[in-house]
């Protein structure tokens, strides 16, 4: 009996992880769809476009601004900024909550990038500020077992290309 009960709660610790998972999944791919709105705005090649579909991989590396003002211009084509371009809460908060399960990680997502903001509150270049907010928030998401793996992302983005 008592292994039972174990078993079932492992299951849904599992199936709760997984949840996480792939609403992070989704947040991602929903916030990636003004990328190629954005890549004008922020001079981004398209070679430094395609970094954002590694964005997940262990090793990504946070070293173009030009990455952080992309960030910056999907952030206010979703309107989830601040006029001092700072996170907004609620309108972040909503967005998350706007895809499947969404409740379920847009609190813990709206602080780990609070967080991240706070670390980083006296940079002024906002392109830099928000890309060393980026590379933190993975980080966090990281340890916190919600990141999806690039296999989960690549799989969804060759899904998405030939469904269209």
């Not at 609190?107 to 940079?123: A, G, R, T, Y």
């Amino acid at each position: 009996m008592m292994q039972e009960v174990v078993r079932a709660l492992v299951l849904l610790a599992v199936a709760g992880a997984l949840a996480d998972v792939n609403v992070m999944k989704d947040v991602t791919l929903g916030f990636g769809q003004a990328l190629d709105k954005c890549r004008q705005e922020s001079d981004l090649t398209e070679e430094k476009m395609e970094e954002f579909f590694h964005f997940w991989r262990e090793d990504f590396k946070f070293e173009h601004r030009e990455l952080g003002c992309a960030i910056l211009c999907m952030s206010r084509h979703f309107n989830l900024l601040t006029d001092s371009s700072r996170m907004h809460h609620g309108n972040t908060e909503q967005f998350i909550q706007s895809f499947p399960n969404g409740e379920v990680l847009a609190q813990q997502m709206v602080l780990m990038i609070h967080s991240c903001e706070k670390q980083f509150d006296n940079e002024e270049d906002h392109c830099w500020r928000i890309l060393h907010v980026a590379e933190c928030f993975k980080q966090a998401c990281v340890s916190k077992g919600v990141a999806p793996s690039m296999e989960m992302m690549m799989t969804e983005f060759i899904m998405e290309a030939e469904a269209r």
